[in-house]
């Protein structure tokens, strides 16, 4: 079936396709243009003077989890530091949960997205750091993700020695897991995964055909940066401690710098230096970083406003690292955007432009939402 929506105030594209009027047929954007050259459809919606850009693309969470760590909140509210050390409280419940359970809390935080005009989610394992538990969560998030990586390299479990647990990793739980995933990724940090260890998973991975992502500078200035430039990662998340010479790296690779403001918020820690990625030309996206324990937020627009309001982006430069941002990090064509072929993710806003997603920071602003042209909000 076929829509043309009609009365769009302000039309972002993030392409040359420009206008106040869309079609959408089936699953993709058939025509976007001038209303008054617009094509016959089956259906007509008028969104009334409404602003529409393309869905969020949200290329970084951690859905598949279990349990509680509040107190871990808490903690750090009265003045704890982050350490990253509470993952292994996370990786315990998730190992006890029933696959269920876990496709539950997958399953609701996405919805909870696609509510908010999220329309295309990433999300990881690392949360099983077993064979067994790490083959669940890729099978439990392929269930309700877009695309899902691989981050056995999340932490080393405790009472494990790093070295063997890293043979570990690149090798039996990554033949496992290969099958089911997309990427795979590697916590590159003080106090999980240094350069080589990082680095012979990452390699390993490639082997396997899969593509590269890596978190790294999250805790300090380190080697994640440079040693996702290296491999050619798609993107290296976090990014909160950059020097001079990882901004550079950045700027003249093809490596996406996905900046996850909720997070350095939650963990009280400086927030990444958008500016002088984007003056240097360095390729922004920005992500939720969903998880329980560090970024317990699935608000995209929060993340926008964030941007916008504290690391000095311009809300057009928000959006689209948000969208297109987002889907050049997962090396997607097909969403991010509004285009013909593109595949039919709206986001309407109840505002006549997306400069009230800072303008009225933590005002619900999502009127509608169409994900792969069906309308579910």
């Known amino acids: 079936m076929s829509v ?23 699953e993709r954007i058939a025509w976007v243009g001038s209303s008054r050259r617009a094509p016959a459809a089956d259906e007509h919606v008028d969104v009334e003077g409404r602003a529409v850009l393309p869905g969020w693309v949200d290329s970084h969470t951690h859905l598949v989890f279990a349990g509680d760590r509040t107190a871990e909140f808490g903690a750090r509210m009265a003045g704890q530091p982050y350490t990253a050390g509470g993952i292994a409280v996370t990786v315990d419940a998730t190992r006890r949960a029933t696959d269920e359970e876990l496709s539950e809390v997958v399953r609701k935080h996405v919805a909870e997205a696609l ?36 981050l056995g390299a999340h932490l080393v479990p405790p009472g494990a020695d790093a070295d063997t647990y890293v043979e570990l990793v690149r090798g039996e739980m990554l033949d496992a897991v290969a099958p089911l995933v997309r990427w795979a990724d590697v916590f590159c940090e003080e106090g999980a995964f240094g350069h080589d260890q990082a680095k012979a998973v990452l390699e390993a991975a490639r082997a396997k055909g899969l593509g590269l992502r890596v978190h790294g ?65 360095a390729t922004v996206a920005l992500a939720s970083n969903c998880n329980p324990g560090s ?63 800072a303008y009225r920071p933590g005002v619900p602003l999502t009127h509608a939402v169409w994900r792969g042209g069906a309308r579910v909000v």
């Open 115 to 150: 509510r908010q005009g999220t329309t295309f989610v990433e999300t990881k394992t690392g949360y099983g750091l077993t064979v067994a538990d790490e083959v669940r969560s890729a099978r439990v998030a392929a269930e309700h993700a877009d695309e899902v990586t691989f």
């Open 217 to 281: 500078n999250q805790l300090g200035e380190g080697p994640g940066v440079r040693l996702a430039v290296e491999l050619g990662a798609a993107s290296v998340d976090h990014c909160t401690y950059l020097s001079a010479a990882d901004v550079d790296a950045l700027a003249s690779s093809g490596t996406v710098a996905t900046l996850l403001p909720a997070c350095d918020l939650s963990t009280r820690q400086a927030l990444p230096p958008a500016r002088a990625l984007l003056d240097a030309g």
């Open 4 to 26: 043309l929506v009609t009365g769009i105030g302000e039309l972002t594209t993030n392409s040359d396709a420009t206008g106040d009027a869309l079609v959408l047929d089936g």
């Open 295 to 357: 970024s317990y937020t699935s608000s995209m627009a929060f993340c926008v406003a964030t941007a916008v309001l504290q690391m000095r982006m311009t809300v057009q430069e928000a959006v689209w690292a948000a969208t297109a941002g987002g889907a050049r990090a997962l090396r997607r064509d097909d969403v991010g955007a509004i285009r013909p072929g593109a595949r039919a993710d709206l986001h309407v806003l109840d505002a006549p432009s997306i400069t009230h997603l």
